[in-house]
C-alpha cells in the first residue's frame, strides 16, 4: 500500500497450521471443512486419531472420494485408545514449526435436549483437554440437526423420500 509519502509498504503473510479432526466422513464435518477453506493463510490438513484399522480404512476410502486436495488426511494412531495423548502428540508435532496451532472441531448439535444423553459429546470433552496447552486455539464448528422426523413421501420434483433435507446451505 503506498501512503502519503509515496512510499511502498509489503508485509508478509504469515501462514499457520489448521487441523480439523475427522472422526468420520459424514454431514458433522461439512460446516467446519467450509469454515476451515475461509481461513486466510491457513495451512490447512485434518488429522484422524486411529483407534480401529476397519473404521479407518473405510474413513480412508470415503475421505478420498471427497477429492479435497487443498486438505491432506493425516492419521496418528492411538496408543491404548487414548485419543487426546495422540491429539496432544500431534499438537506437539505442529508446535515444533509454529507458535500456535488452531483445532478445529466438528460437533454434532442435536434438537431434542435428550440426545446429548445419547452422544459422547466428544468435541466438548477434547476442547477441555486441550485449553490448558499453550499456543492451541480451539474451534468448536456446530452442524445441527433440525429435523429428526421421518422424511414423507415424494411429492413431485427433487430428491426422492426428502434425501438432503438436511442438507447445509
Keep these: 500500500m503506498a501512503n502519503h509519502s509515496g512510499l511502498v509498504e509489503l508485509r508478509a503473510?504469515?501462514?499457520y497450521p489448521v487441523v480439523l479432526l475427522v472422526s468420520a466422513v459424514d454431514r458433522r464435518i461439512i460446516p467446519a471443512v467450509r469454515f476451515v477453506s475461509r481461513l486466510p493463510f491457513a495451512e490447512a490438513r485434518?488429522?484422524?486419531?486411529?483407534?480401529?484399522?476397519?473404521?479407518?480404512s473405510r474413513l480412508i476410502n470415503d475421505w478420498m472420494t471427497l477429492a479435497l486436495t487443498w486438505?491432506?488426511?493425516?492419521?496418528?494412531?492411538?496408543?491404548?485408545?487414548?485419543?487426546?495423548?495422540?491429539?496432544?502428540?500431534?499438537?506437539?508435532?505442529?508446535?515444533d514449526t509454529f507458535e500456535s496451532v488452531t483445532?478445529?472441531?466438528?460437533?454434532?448439535?442435536?434438537?431434542?435436549?435428550w440426545h446429548p444423553l445419547l452422544h459422547r459429546q466428544s468435541a466438548r470433552h477434547i476442547a477441555s483437554e486441550l485449553q490448558d496447552v499453550p499456543g492451541v486455539t480451539t474451534v468448536i464448528v456446530p452442524f445441527t440437526l433440525t429435523d429428526l422426523s421421518p422424511a414423507p413421501p415424494a411429492t413431485g420434483p427433487g430428491p426422492a423420500g426428502g434425501i438432503g433435507r438436511h442438507a447445509v446451505d
Design 13 to 15: 503473510a504469515r501462514s
Design 46 to 56: 485434518a488429522l484422524h486419531v486411529s483407534v480401529d484399522p476397519a473404521e479407518t
Design 71 to 95: 486438505l491432506p488426511l493425516h492419521i496418528r494412531e492411538a496408543p491404548s485408545g487414548h485419543i487426546a495423548g495422540a491429539i496432544r502428540a500431534a499438537i506437539d508435532d505442529e508446535a
Design 103 to 113: 483445532m478445529v472441531l466438528p460437533e454434532l448439535n442435536v434438537p431434542r435436549w
